[in-house]
């Protein structure tokens, strides 16, 4: 078992993970586009398995958008920029890893017609990616716009600056060296995001959510030795 493994790791390097060097740089690479290429309105951030630097062949490439003049809270806070549309956390009948986005405060009314009203609260539609489907990104694939050969999705997203009560337990609960506590913190300090999809089947499936770590996720990877990576890959590669 040792003599494969001995055999099997270099295979790895060079036929589907990559070198060590070479993991590295993609992140390095990913780390400047993303931030050259976002601005005030946006935040760009590669993800999946390019975003983590595991440049698997024949995968796609995801991008998240992450909208700045929109903002989730799970509570609603005294002071709220005027400029930017505010939506509240609603999850009380939602599964667990969704929820509902209520709308709070917004100056901008034409924003609404993305909106659907539900008794007495006015609720962001997920069908709000539909506006961002055009000749380059014309198909909708779950949460995403994608384009018609499949090799890149872009999921438009919300954000919520604040880590959320349901995930508190992972920041507090004991765990030994891994992740680090900076880690953790890096993790938190980065809050979740909220991508447009709900339940397939739900009496609700327009309105619900899905809560998203995928920057925590990406941290984490982050974290892995070159020989961790390499068995991440292999196993997504064949389950």
């Not at 400047?32 to 440049?55: A, K, Q, V």
């Amino acid at each position: 078992m040792q003599n494969a493994s001995l055999v099997l790791y270099p295979y790895l390097c060079q036929e589907v993970v990559g070198t060590e060097e070479h993991v590295n740089t993609i992140r390095m690479m990913n780390t400047i586009r993303d931030h050259l290429e976002s601005d005030s309105m946006r935040t760009i951030i590669t993800s999946g398995s390019f975003g983590e630097g595991l440049d698997m062949r024949g995968s796609d490439l995801d991008v998240m958008i992450v909208l700045q003049y929109l903002e989730v809270c799970e509570k609603i806070h005294d002071y709220l920029n005027f400029v930017k549309v505010y939506f509240k956390m609603e999850m009380e009948d939602t599964q667990p890893g969704f929820s509902k986005l209520r709308l709070v405060q917004t100056t901008d009314w034409y924003f609404c017609r993305d909106c659907d009203v539900v008794g007495c609260g006015v609720y962001l539609s997920n069908s709000f990616k539909q506006r961002f489907v055009h000749d380059f990104f014309p198909t909708v694939h779950g949460p995403c716009v994608s384009d018609e050969h499949g090799n890149y999705d872009l999921a438009l997203c919300l954000h919520s600056k604040l880590w959320i009560t349901p995930a508190e337990q992972w920041v507090t609960r004991s765990s030994n060296s891994w992740p680090s506590y900076d880690v953790k913190q890096a993790i938190v300090k980065h809050g979740v995001q909220f991508v447009p999809i709900g339940v397939k089947g739900s009496t609700q499936e327009e309105l619900e959510w899905r809560i998203s770590f995928s920057v925590g996720e990406k941290l984490l990877i982050y974290t892995f030795t070159h020989t961790h990576n390499c068995y991440v890959m292999q196993s997504r590669k064949f389950f």
